[in-house]
């Protein structure tokens, strides 16, 4: 066979593979793994909903998106945040569920695949958001979800719509800011940490989110992944104004931390006990991002201010931004970068460890 051909036959063989590749990835069994993704939480997971508020809660500015193939959108993030790498491993396609501010208007087929409730700074507590004004609340976005589910109902027919609703997935990530934007906080700002101790605290936010994860049940939630909070005390911003100890991070904050999670287990394993035919799940956000292996899990890799209250991004074309945005874990001084955001959600998918996730992973909960 004359050589060029054989080149010629290669490369067709290669696109062949590509393209093959390409449809196993995107079209695999043609449909997403579940129906339908509804999402929880806050700044690791918005997508845009607080870009019209009136809040300092905003990522709708360059650099933020820079990897980003729509470019700056509202995430707080480089690039893809936790839920779009949970979406797509789901079998969604890239950037396909909408945000509340955006599916709230339009036709009723937009929230059909979900909807992504979260806002920037919103925690499980009203009170922990009171520094950030025009936020939308837990309680809230769980009001958005009821409006979501009457559209739902109404097109469907009360039957469908619960049979619906009751295979999809919801993500609650939720509780990060009830400790940097409130616990946290010096006590001339927010009185709970002189009138808590750590274990009081995750009590009262423990009784809150079990309460609004009853209230999602209600709606026909049967499929629920509840994230852990990350390391908060290691957080480039925690350490910078607080101090670090020979950990490199603030321990007292880490301490707290993993008492919530540990509670928070506690409640996925009652709420599973409790709620008959729900499945609740935990992920150990901590234990996965301590195994991680990013080199550089210490310092932001955009530019931001050295004011104490600007752990943000310095807006372009006045802040710089690091190179390889790869190396690091963090991508302003609060925010995991996109390749933290997609280490976690490749290990909440699918389990690496047995701690990884409890009582098993995403994979196994879309099955069920
Ligand atoms: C409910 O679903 C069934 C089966 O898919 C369909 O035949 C029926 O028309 C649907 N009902 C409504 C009210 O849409
Ligand atoms: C961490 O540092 C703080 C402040 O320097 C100190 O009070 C605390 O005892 C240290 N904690 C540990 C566990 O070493
Ligand atoms: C579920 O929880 C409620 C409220 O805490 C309690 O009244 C009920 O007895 C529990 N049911 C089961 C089966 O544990
Ligand atoms: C999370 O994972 C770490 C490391 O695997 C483990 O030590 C820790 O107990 C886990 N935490 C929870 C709440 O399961
Ligand atoms: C960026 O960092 C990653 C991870 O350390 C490395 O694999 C890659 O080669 C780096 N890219 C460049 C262009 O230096």
């Known amino acids: 066979m004359a050589y060029w051909l054989m080149i010629l036959l290669g490369k067709l063989l290669t696109s062949f593979l590509l393209v093959s590749n390409f449809l196993q990835q995107h079209f695999a069994n043609g449909e997403p793994q579940v129906p339908c993704l509804f999402i929880f939480g806050d700044s690791l997971s918005d997508n845009g909903n607080n870009n019209d508020r009136a809040t300092l809660a905003k990522a709708n500015y360059q650099p933020y998106g820079i990897d980003f193939p729509k470019g700056t959108t509202g995430r707080f993030t480089n690039g893809r945040n936790l839920p779009d790498f949970i979406a797509e491993k789901l079998g969604f396609p890239h950037d396909s569920i909408p945000s509340y501010a955006n599916a709230a208007v339009g036709s009723v087929k937009k929230i059909l695949k979900g909807v992504n409730y979260a806002s920037g700074g919103s925690g499980i507590l009203t009170e922990s958001v009171k520094t950030m004004s025009d936020l939308i609340t837990m309680d809230e976005q769980l009001i958005n979800h009821q409006k979501t589910v009457s559209r739902i109902i109404n097109k469907l027919g009360n039957k469908n719509a619960t049979r619906l609703l009751n295979k999809c997935i919801y993500s609650v990530a939720i509780g990060t800011n009830d400790y940097i934007n409130n616990y946290f906080l010096p006590k001339t700002f927010y009185p709970t940490s002189r009138t808590y101790t750590p274990s009081q605290f995750a009590q009262i936010l ?163």
């Open 206 to 368: 423990f009784q809150k989110l079990s309460q609004q994860l009853r209230t999602l049940h209600k709606r026909e939630a049967r499929k629920v992944v509840v994230f852990g909070l990350g390391l908060l005390g290691c957080i480039p911003y925690e350490v910078r104004i607080n101090g670090a100890n020979i950990s490199g991070c603030v321990d007292k904050f880490n301490e707290a931390v993993i008492l919530f999670n540990s509670r928070l287990k506690s409640l996925v394993s009652y709420l599973n006990n409790n709620l008959t035919k729900a499945t609740f799940i935990f992920i150990n956000s901590t234990g996965i991002s301590l195994d991680s292996n990013i080199p550089v899990s210490n310092a932001a890799c955009c530019q931001v201010s050295e004011l104490v209250s600007a752990p943000q991004c310095i807006p372009l074309p006045f802040g710089k931004v690091c190179s390889n945005r790869t190396q690091y874990a963090f991508w302003d001084e609060l925010h995991p970068s996109e390749t933290a955001f997609s280490a976690i959600a490749a290990r909440a998918y699918r389990a690496l460890l047995p701690t990884d996730s409890y009582p098993f992973d995403i994979q196994r909960l879309a099955q069920l």
